[in-house]
T-cell receptor
Framework: DVKVTQSSRYLVKRTGEKVFLECVQDMDHENMFWYRQDPGLGLRLIYFSYDVKMKEKGDIPEGYSVSREKKERFSLILESASTNQTSMYLC??????????FGDGTRLSIL | AQSVTQPDIHITVSEGASLELRCNYSYGATPYLFWYVQSPGQGLQLLLKYFSGDTLVQGIKGFEAEFKRSQSSFNLRKPSVHWSDAAEYFCAVGMDSSYKLIFGSGTRLLVRP
């Protein structure tokens, strides 16, 4: 069974800090995704990666960057955290056009 | 632009009653369609998917969905709801040209005892 593991379930950071969210998948999937989830807005794609060192912007990339140095790991970076980045962050992986498999999410609070 | 609409933000049903959650999409070609469920504090779990073929698809936990091309819909149904079905449900659309999915804004299901 596919497992997508996000390093933290809850995280509290301060405004201006550089924040790293880590995601690891164990099924050798090509594609990995970062979403943020806010009430009433569903899931919005921040960035995705279809191969090592390859990335594409999603719908809301401003204020975020990503890193994929190894196939199994996809990191989301908040360069300088702001309070409007308080949200639930979800990582997912997939193979081709097969369904995406999700981690349990990281609830991030920026104070 | 492609989009997914889930017109019901909340739905409340009694335990044992039938359920239908609506999903409409906007996309020029035949999409790939998915329904996911999210329990509180958890990630999303795949309920079912439609890629091609039979337009009535069966999923896990007794759910099914029907793809209706003429109505651009992919509604989720369950004949008898259990209290454990209380969760948020998301419809998603995938496209031929991309690995990305577009998600609806979700429908929160409440189940009355």
């Amino acid at each position: 069974d596919v497992k997508v593991t996000q390093s933290s379930r809850y995280l509290v950071k301060r405004t201006g800090e550089k924040v790293f969210l880590e995601c690891v998948q164990d099924m050798d999937h090509e594609n990995m995704f970062w979403y943020r989830q806010d009430p009433g807005l569903g899931l919005r794609l921040i960035y995705f990666s279809y191969d090592v060192k390859m990335k594409e912007k999603g719908d809301i990339p401003e204020g975020y960057s990503v890193s994929r140095e190894k196939k199994e790991r996809f990191s989301l970076i908040l360069e300088s955290a702001s309070t409007n980045q308080t949200s639930m962050y979800l990582c997912a992986s997939s193979e081709g056009k097969q369904p995406q498999h999700f981690g349990d999410g990281t609830r991030l609070s920026i104070l | 632009a492609q989009s997914v609409t889930q017109p019901d933000i909340h739905i409340t049903v009694s335990e044992g009653a039938s359920l239908e959650l609506r999903c409409n999409y906007s996309y020029g070609a035949t999409p790939y369609l998915f329904w996911y469920v999210q329990s509180p504090g958890q990630g999303l779990q795949l309920l079912l998917k439609y890629f091609s073929g039979d337009t009535l698809v069966q999923g896990i936990k007794g759910f099914e969905a029907e793809f209706k091309r003429s109505q651009s819909s992919f509604n989720l149904r369950k004949p008898s709801v259990h209290w454990s079905d209380a969760a948020e449900y998301f419809c998603a659309v995938g496209m031929d040209s991309s690995y990305k999915l577009i998600f609806g804004s979700g429908t929160r299901l409440l189940v009355r005892p």
